[in-house]
């Protein structure tokens, strides 16, 4: 048989069997985990063991937990009390303070100040300033760092949201989660090394959230971030159809598998070897995901803790399953909760979405720490912008050049703060803390320069900090 005759039936048994697989949920899977690019995946081992060996610094975090509040919370309901907004209430803002600077929403209108909606009161022995409609976080206070100080680059949920989680504003560079798991691998062998879970706010604001947050862009694909839905299937396709029995997609893998590589060695395409990989970590998830996704063993005091529910898609349940993706060796845990975007009835709306996230945040730091994971876990808590100090109604606007954040766990110093705004909470002030220095320190707790951390992508080597970004030695315990 001449070569071209065999690599033609090749491709048909190929096609045949790849076929068969449409409804086993793996074929689903493994277009969702992306074709990737990667050598070294030949084996059955699906875990990518990062290509930081050995670490560049002493690890303080193994992993990251992202709390996203999309949207943009308002700092000055908040994290950051400012008294003079309550005295100026209702006057014009001044223009010395907003001269030239760009405002979202409120172009052409008469700028009034608004006071802050809720009262802010002290918590813990670091006696941290905290908005009161939020005591369970302020239980958690001394084991926070919060940062009055962040600015960023873009004014936009899209970009502001691609800027935070890219380091640029424009579309198509990788995710930090992305990085992480191409820089540090992760430690588990049947789930992806970076997760992400969202849910949405009782008053159904819908700020869009598009994929391309949690992508790879122009790193292989495989370190793209994979969705897992708390309600209903957690990944499309996940199940078997009736009358498939795990050995029986054995055994059709198994010769999927022994193809694809008789394949390879006769044109030594590394797209292949990978694929084979992201079939054997989808086959794996059909039984991995669904014992995570099973919330059945956990104490019924911990669902109470975290106000959880089997299957009902709710920030809370979306911690439980971040402690639950942790344990399991998920380097990146990403979670979004979008019902922030106040431009109109602030106040109601902060109370609101301050008891549907207010217990889950605190819940996930107590439960990290009473279980001694706190200490390597790196828990970030904030938005994609801030708000406006002036409104022209009941609301607040977009606002980008001082807003607020926390972070605990993973090498932090809790209980402490840093930076400020200015006294009306618009400009930082004081030891200004951008983006990229959130990135920066971030990667220096896992272990990672992020200076070394690149990526050589069409003639240019890249970095998750791009050009700049300082890591802020004075919020490390």
């Known amino acids: 048989m001449d070569l071209q005759h065999e690599f033609a039936q090749i491709l048909a048994r190929r096609t045949f069997l790849g076929r068969t697989l449409g409804g086993l949920g793996t074929t689903a899977l493994a277009g969702l985990l992306g074709p990737g690019s990667v050598r070294g995946a030949e084996t059955d081992d699906t875990r990518w063991p990062g290509v930081v060996q050995p670490l560049h610094l002493p690890q303080k975090a193994k992993r990251v937990i992202h709390l996203c ?76 760092c919060i940062i009055r100080s962040v600015v960023t680059e873009a004014i936009n949920h899209d970009p502001a949201h691609t800027f935070m ?56 694909s495989r370190f793209q971030g994979v969705r897992l839905y708390s309600k209903g299937d957690a990944v499309h396709y996940i199940s078997n159809p009736a009358g498939v029995t795990a050995d ?30 992201q079939y054997e970590l989808a086959f794996k998830m059909q039984s991995s995901v669904p014992e ?85 876990t790196l828990v970030i808590w904030g938005g994609e912008f801030g708000r406006t100090p002036m409104a022209q109604g009941n609301g607040r606007d977009h606002h980008q050049k001082g807003f607020s954040i926390w972070m605990a766990g993973g090498g932090i110093k809790g209980g402490t703060s840093y930076g400020q705004t200015d006294e009306f909470g618009y400009h930082a002030v004081e030891n200004v803390f951008h983006v990229h220095d959130l990135h920066a320190t971030m990667l220096h707790l896992l272990g990672v320069d992020h200076l070394k951390l690149t990526y050589r992508f069409q003639g240019r080597d890249y970095r998750l900090t791009d050009v700049s970004g300082n890591v802020i030695h004075q919020i490390l315990a």
């Not at 890219?166 to 995710?175: D, K």
């Not at 055994?251 to 694929?275: K, M």
């Not at 099973?294 to 089997?310: F, M, N, T, V, W």
Request: aromatic fraction near 6%; charge should be negative; glycine fraction near 12%.
């Open 165 to 220: 989680n890219t380091g640029s504003s424009v579309s198509g560079r990788p995710s930090m989660g992305s990085w992480n798991w191409y820089g540090l691998g992760a430690e588990t062998h049947d789930l992806p090394g970076f997760v992400v879970l969202t849910s949405t706010g009782k008053s159904g604001q819908m700020q869009p959230i598009a994929s391309r947050q949690w992508h790879s862009g122009f790193l292989p």
């Open 292 to 376: 995570l996704m099973d919330l059945s063993s956990e104490p019924k005091h911990i669902l109470d803790l975290y106000g959880a529910q089997q299957g009902d898609g709710s920030f809370g349940t979306n911690c439980l399953l971040a402690r639950r993706l942790a344990e399991r060796g998920v380097r990146f845990i990403q979670l979004y909760h979008r019902d922030w975007d106040h431009h109109g009835g602030i106040k109601g709306g902060i109370e609101q979405i301050a008891g549907e996230v207010d217990g889950p945040c605190a819940a996930l730091i107590s439960d990290l720490k009473q279980r001694g994971m706190l200490d390597e």
């Open 248 to 277: 029986r997609q054995r055994d059709v893998l198994d010769a999927v598998g022994a193809l694809n590589r008789q394949l390879d060695a006769s044109i030594d395409d590394p797209e292949i070897a990978t694929r084979i990989n």
């Open 69 to 144: 509040m999309a949207g943009g919370p308002s700092h000055l309901e908040t994290l950051d009390h400012k008294p003079k907004l309550a005295e100026l209430h209702g006057q014009p803002m001044p223009e010395s303070v907003t001269a030239g600077q760009p405002i979202a929403q409120l172009q052409g209108q008469q700028l009034k100040i608004l006071a802050p909606q809720h009262p802010f009161e002290k918590y813990g022995q670091s006696g941290q300033e905290i908005c009161a409609k939020f005591p369970k976080i302020g239980g958690v206070a001394d084991e926070l």
